[in-house]
Every structure is written in C-alpha cells, then in structure tokens.
C-alpha cells in the first residue's frame, strides 16, 4: 500500500501536471511534502505524428510522465490507462478517484478546473468534475462503493482542493524559485513539445507566472481556486 501522501494530482494526461502545478509541487517536494500523481488517460491520440502507433505513443508518455515526475520529487505515479479523449463522467471513472483517494489519503487534491468558460479541452473538463465528486461526498462516505469498504479502502475526507486553469483564482503559490525545474520537467515530454516548439512554450508559460503574481509581493506565481473542505 503506498503512504499517505500530503498532496494528490490528479492529470486528464500526461504533462498536464507540469503545464498546471509543477512549481507548487517542486516548492512542496522541496519543504518534505510528499505528493503522488494520477494521470486519468493513456494519452494515445497526443500526436501530430501520423506514422507514429498509437501504443508506442502510450509507452513513451508514459515514461516521459515519470522522469517529470522524478524531476519534480514526487514519489508515485499512478496511470489509469482511460482512453484520450474519452473519459466519462460515470461511476467507473469516479470509483477509480475515490479508490486512489483512498489508497493515498491526501489533505490536498488538485486538479483541472471543470468550470472553465468556452474552449477547454474535453477531458480537462470531466476528470476535474469528477475529482470534485469523487472528493465530497463519495471519497468521505463509507457506505459510498461498499466494495471498496470490503476491499480495505477506508473513507477518507480531504482537507481542500486547488484546481488549476481556472477563471476564478483565490490562491496564489510563489514559484519564483522553481519555475526553472517546472520548465524542466516540462522538457521531458519530448513528445509533446519539440525543440522548435519550447521557446514559445517557455515565454507562454514565464508571462502567464509573471501576470499570476501581479500584486502579491513575488516574482513568479501558480495560480488555482480554492476549495476547503468543512463538511
């Protein structure tokens, strides 16, 4: 059984965490915070490469999410192979978040934000619906997937939720001093972002940290919505 962990993020794919959280969780790792992934899809259509296989592609982002994941200090990663672009918002997906809630029994839990306005990618937009549910009430109820009860997956209530990409952010993470290993770990997913491509990634990504910390007293920042968790 893995141990507990003090952060859970949950990625619709590979290299969603790094683009989303991966300073807040390189500041975290840093400070002995101990944080797992789950990274929902298997990632086989994110490709422009027409003569790549499909299950080729599965294998190398698979382990380019792992070197990330490494890069960044977090001690599990866990992928539950759904198909890209086709995560549902239904009970077996859902029954997997609880059970990985369970199984890691974190205070924090992050995730996309499912309540973006317009262009949001599909499947950003149902895992962070379904990690919401999954966390209140479904993670907390022990009569919630008695199966898992049976199995020894005790409830388990988180404390809060940071959800990423989100129009409404009330929480900020001074990441001043580990943006350059999110840009690091960004740089394992080969993958997604060619070497032509990076420089642009890199400017998108310093001016989106830099408009984030805009008044809050640092350089750099992440930005998310807030969720505690009272009930």
Request: aromatic share 10%; glycine share 6%.
């Amino acid at each position: 059984m893995p141990a507990k962990v003090d952060l859970l993020v949950v990625g619709p794919h590979a290299d969603d965490p790094e683009f989303g959280i991966a300073g807040t969780v390189a500041k975290w790792t840093r400070e002995g915070k101990k944080v797992a992934y789950v990274i929902c899809t298997n990632g086989d259509k994110g490709t422009s490469d027409t003569s790549l296989d499909p299950r080729e592609l599965v294998k190398i982002r698979e382990q380019e999410q792992r070197e990330a994941a490494k890069i960044l200090g977090v001690t599990e990663v866990e992928f539950l192979g759904f198909p890209d672009q086709g995560l549902e918002d239904n009970d077996q997906f859902r029954k997997e978040i609880v059970r990985h809630i369970r199984v890691f029994r974190p205070d924090i839990v992050a995730s996309p934000d499912p309540y973006r306005k317009y262009l949001w990618h599909r499947d950003h937009r149902i895992a962070g619906q379904v990690v919401l549910d999954a966390v209140y009430p479904f993670a907390r109820d022990h009569l919630a997937y008695p199966d898992l009860l049976s199995q020894g997956y005790l409830p388990h209530k988180v404390k809060e939720v940071l959800t990423w990409g989100t129009d409404d952010p009330n929480y900020w993470v001074d990441i001043s001093d580990t943006f350059a290993v999110k840009i690091e770990a960004l740089r394992s997913h080969k993958s997604q972002i060619g070497k032509r491509d990076f420089p642009e990634v890199y400017k998108w990504l310093r001016e989106r940290a830099e408009h984030a910390a805009e008044g809050k007293g640092f350089e750099l920042a992440e930005e998310f919505h807030r969720t505690e968790i009272w009930m």
